[in-house]
């Protein structure tokens, strides 16, 4: 549900491409990296979860006087019956996915900006950060009727057409009762991911955890085998604690609805939701060592990374 006051048409409620183009001189002083001030979420045990820039196999050549031993590839040795070893180049850049949740579930604000806008922004932020150092970033957007796939380049181009769905998706949301929720979608997504991030990818998943069930799980761990994976959590203040101010007007799919907040069922099960989608997501954290920023959506998006994931000059590396 969404509530409908304190809005208007275009403050907080919808996202515009030149808005979040304009974003990439937002995207610094952070890191995704695992080099950390103590107080970041990336420090501690999930400082060496973070793989980094690896190597690439390129050929197996014959042993020479001087090569490493380590790199002797024993069983191409054993069954020729000379010593071959394994020849790597650094690996030059990194890909990074982002999956972005625009769905109905996210249309959903009480003040300052839809929990949609806010993914949108931190999705923008990211990307533009990604390309700064030179890597390579894709997406996969999710609406509830489709997943939009954008393949991962190193270009200005590419992030621009990053935004561009984003925008779209975030624009086509409404409150109308033309739009059916779909929480399967984000495994149909999860899905794609463990096809398209086959290793040493980073993944960042931005999303209120709508949908997140155990299938979602056996994803989850599949993607964290091989890859990096962080975890966007957004949410709204109202979710976390309905409070008592009377009687408010909300808004779904299926039309609107006035609810009498002093009813002290209707704010517990309506917290406890917010609770339940948290705990999987804080439970996925600790099982898979995955970090976990949670995001809300009256703070700027640029300073809450800030303060999640560190302060840093900018540099080459994110």
Not at 28 to 34: E, I, K, T, V, Y
Not at 209 to 216: K, R
């Amino acid at each position: 549900m969404r509530e409908t006051a304190n809005f208007n048409q275009h403050d907080g409620v919808y996202v515009r491409l030149d808005a979040l183009v304009r974003l990439q001189y937002k995207a610094s002083g952070f890191s995704f990296l695992p080099q950390q001030p103590i107080h970041s979420v990336l420090s501690g045990r999930h400082a060496s979860k973070l793989r980094g820039r690896g190597l690439n196999f390129e050929e197996l050549r014959d042993y020479l006087p001087g090569d490493d031993t380590r790199n002797i590839d024993w069983k191409v040795t054993a069954r020729t019956g000379k010593p071959y070893v394994r020849v790597y180049t650094e690996e030059k850049d990194r890909t990074v996915w982002l999956l972005i949740d625009q769905r109905v579930a996210m249309f959903f604000g009480s003040g300052q900006r839809m929990k949609s806008v806010v993914a949108a922004e931190l999705a923008a932020i990211s990307a533009w950060r990604v390309l700064s150092v030179g890597d390579r970033v894709g997406a996969l957007v999710i609406s509830d009727t489709d997943i939009k796939v954008i393949p991962p380049h190193r270009c200005r181009d590419r992030v621009i057409q990053i935004l561009k769905q984003v925008s779209e998706k975030n624009q086509a949301l409404s409150a109308s009762n033309e739009i059916t929720a779909n929480p399967g979608k984000i495994n149909q997504a999860l899905k794609q991911l463990t096809q398209l991030a086959q290793h040493d990818c980073l993944i960042c998943l931005i999303t209120d955890g709508d949908g997140l069930d155990s299938e979602s799980r056996r994803y989850i761990t599949r993607l964290a085998e091989h890859n990096d994976v962080i975890t966007a959590f957004i949410y709204d203040p109202l979710e976390k604690d309905l409070p008592a101010v009377g009687r408010l007007r909300f808004a779904d799919t299926e039309g609107q609805l006035e609810a009498d907040t002093s009813n002290s069922k209707l704010r517990r099960d309506f917290n406890t939701n917010f609770a339940q989608r948290l705990e999987w997501l804080a439970t996925a954290s600790r099982r898979f060592s995955i970090p976990l920023l949670t995001i809300d959506t009256l703070a700027p998006v640029s300073e809450q990374l800030r303060s999640a994931l560190g302060h840093h000059r900018p540099s080459r590396r994110y």
